[in-house]
């Protein structure tokens, strides 16, 4: 049974070599996240390397998710690395404070962080851990009583409860690290704590101006940005339900309402989802997961996420193959459980606004209601392979292109497994023939199965699909 749903591993110390980047591939990674908040471009570039020469190895299409680091709202590095604060404790952060923290007070990364809270605002550091009631603001420093104390290390990140820190989501840093992302052709580019559309506006001006053609993801890690999800993911490719931050943010009772709405919205505007932030948690240290995290994971995928992702277990783990096996064993069970016809019945009844979108739709609904063994879509852009992983009919979409581009891309569309495809046909008619040669040859069909099959008459041309077909394999008088 092919997998539906896909994997997402983030690249670390862990998954460095190449032997183990194979190992994590051929146990099921389909897309890799590089994690720009460390390394240098030259870094970037030779990761990107790195996971191109594993994919190869291996024989398979990996895609490439440049994750953008954000503002660093943080503070910065103490004396002795760390500090023990208890409850009643009055604690300074410090805007104005160049030099290293003490037991009475930090420096901050971010800079505007007085202007931003005021007497009675709640702080949130360490992921929620240690919570801070602001007593007073006296010009950089905020002074506050500790209410949740415990241990409070180095550069450890800040979240207001309720949100209202004003950093911009794009900051320099991140406007040279679009121009590396551009440069190493990756075919997503994740934008840390947006707030508005605008935020990923900006972000794909900045990316077309340098030359880049990467899929926008909206991380959806703030406060702000739930009140404004539509506008996020009308001008997003894709968005990631990063639940970390957002769970110190709005509460962690908040999260999973706000995960299934989130993934609802996306799929209903055409956009992909990844779920993310702890869900192989204990497999850090441990070589199998909790029963907690298995449901986790599982229910993700009911929800209907085209991913799920891993960042520390893959990136400094101890089993990061050992997680990704774990990961792909529990999607594949979860994926029987779930209905398709209920989502081509819902995807049926949303108004088609072009031809290729109608092509595909006849597709699924073909389907769903004959005896197919898989759809494939012969395609340049990947855009009618996008509309049928919104709604799966239960059967896999090959998704046949001779554009390297697009194969890496559909690396994250639920459903949709790419294959390099390069036909020579000049006509429709022996580009099906050839589709159904190559599935052949590979193993995914044999002859008397029925497949339908999506192209376009202008053979070799991005956006002209227009013609669905059903055949059997190996009865050629069909095509």
């Not at 146990?27 to 996240?33: N, T």
């Not at 869900?279 to 029963?291: H, L, V």
């Not at 709604?391 to 554009?403: E, K, Q, S």
């Not at 099906?432 to 008397?448: D, F, P, S």
Request: charged share 25%.
């Amino acid at each position: 049974m092919l997998r539906k749903t896909k994997i997402v591993a983030t690249l670390g110390p862990a998954s460095s070599d190449q032997k183990v980047l194979e190992n994590m591939i051929r146990a099921g990674v389909d897309l890799v996240r590089m994690n720009f908040s460390h390394g240098t471009a030259e870094d970037h570039m030779k990761r990107a390397e790195l996971v191109r020469a594993a994919a190869t190895a291996v024989g398979r299409t990996v895609g490439i998710l440049a994750d953008l680091q954000g503002p660093k709202i943080r503070v910065r590095k103490f004396e002795n690395d760390k500090i023990i604060l208890n409850r009643g404790d009055t604690f300074i952060l410090d805007a104005g404070l160049d030099g290293l923290g003490n037991q009475e007070r930090v420096g901050l990364d971010y800079k505007d962080l007085p202007k931003d809270v005021s007497k009675g605002s709640v702080l949130l550091l360490n992921d929620g851990l240690l919570e801070f009631h602001v007593t007073a603001v006296n010009d950089l420093e905020v002074v506050c009583k500790v209410v949740r104390g415990g241990v409070l290390s180095n550069n450890k990140g800040i979240n207001r409860k309720g949100g209202g820190l004003t950093a911009p989501a794009l900051t320099d840093k991140d406007k040279e690290d679009i121009k590396t992302a551009a440069l190493i052709k990756a075919d997503y580019l994740a934008v840390s704590f947006p707030r508005s559309g605008d935020d990923m506006r900006l972000a794909r001006l900045l990316m077309q101006a340098a030359g880049g053609n990467s899929m926008l993801m909206a991380k959806i890690e703030r406060a702000e940005a739930i009140p404004a999800l539509a506008d996020i993911i009308d001008a997003s490719d894709a968005i990631m339900v990063a639940r970390g931050d957002l769970a110190v943010e709005v509460g962690d009772a908040a999260v999973p309402g706000l995960q299934k709405r989130m993934i609802k919205m996306a799929r209903a505007k055409n956009r992909l989802v990844i779920t993310a932030t702890q869900m192989m948690e204990s497999m850090i240290t441990n070589p199998i997961p909790t029963r907690a995290e298995v449901s986790d994971v599982a229910n993700a995928v009911l929800d209907g996420t085209d991913a799920v992702m891993l960042s520390a277990e893959t990136a400094v783990g101890d089993y990061p193959v050992e997680t990704i096996e774990a990961m792909a064993r529990i999607c594949l069970k979860a994926e029987r459980e779930a209905d398709d016809s209920i989502e081509v019945k819902r995807a049926s009844s949303s108004k088609l606004t072009r031809v290729d979108q109608a092509v595909a739709m006849s597709a699924l609904y073909a389907a769903s209601h004959y005896k197919i063994k898989a759809i494939v879509a012969l395609t340049q852009s990947g855009s009618s392979a996008l509309w049928m992983s919104r709604a799966n009919a239960g059967v896999p979409i090959f998704a046949l292109t001779p554009v390297q581009e697009t194969l890496t891309k559909v690396t994250l569309f639920s459903g949709v497994h790419p294959i390099d495809f390069h036909s020579g046909a000049k006509e429709q008619s022996e580009e099906l023939r050839n589709a159904e040669e190559t599935l052949r040859k590979l193993g995914l069909v044999e002859e008397g199965d029925m497949l339908v099959m999506t192209a376009g008459e202008a053979v070799g041309k991005s956006g002209h699909t227009n013609t669905m077909k059903i055949i059997c394999v190996g009865d050629y008088d069909e095509i």
